[in-house]
Nanobody, 119 residues
Framework: EVQLVESGGGSVAAGGSLRLSCTVS????????LAWFRQVPGKEREVVAS???????SYADSVKGRFTISRDNAKNTLYLQMNSLKPEDTAMYSC?????????????WGQGSQVTVSS
């Protein structure tokens, strides 16, 4: 069974930084597609950043230049480094993983980690 456990959320003032971690068990992340999503109550969940098995990354326009997604295969852990945080980045952040053959479907999810940015 594949499990994703997140850590690193919290509260920070605007302009500050946080790093989210997502530790994966039950599978090797080098063979998984990985992503970070966020959701605000009353709004649809949106993808923040993703990284494929080749290491190619993709970002939402709203976070380009501020957030960095990365993975450490040796630690089987996915990261999201968030810099220059804005109040509009406040959301529940979740990591997700999919098998290569899932073609866009995110099969596995973490429990979510709250990020709150104060102005």
């Amino acid at each position: 069974e594949v499990q994703l456990v997140e850590s690193g959320g919290g509260s920070v003032a605007a302009g500050g930084s946080l790093r989210l971690s997502c530790t994966v068990s039950g599978s090797t992340i080098s063979g998984l597609r990985l992503a970070w999503f966020r959701q605000v109550p009353g709004k649809e969940r949106e993808v923040v950043a993703s990284i494929n098995t080749h290491g190619t990354t993709s970002y939402a326009d709203s976070v380009k230049g501020r957030f960095t997604i990365s993975r450490d295969n040796a630690k089987n852990t996915l990261y999201l480094q968030m810099n220059s945080l804005k109040p509009e980045d406040t959301a529940m952040y979740s990591c997700a993983a999919g098998e290569i053959y899932d073609f866009g479907y995110w099969r596995y999810w973490g429990q979510g980690s709250q990020v709150t940015v104060s102005s």
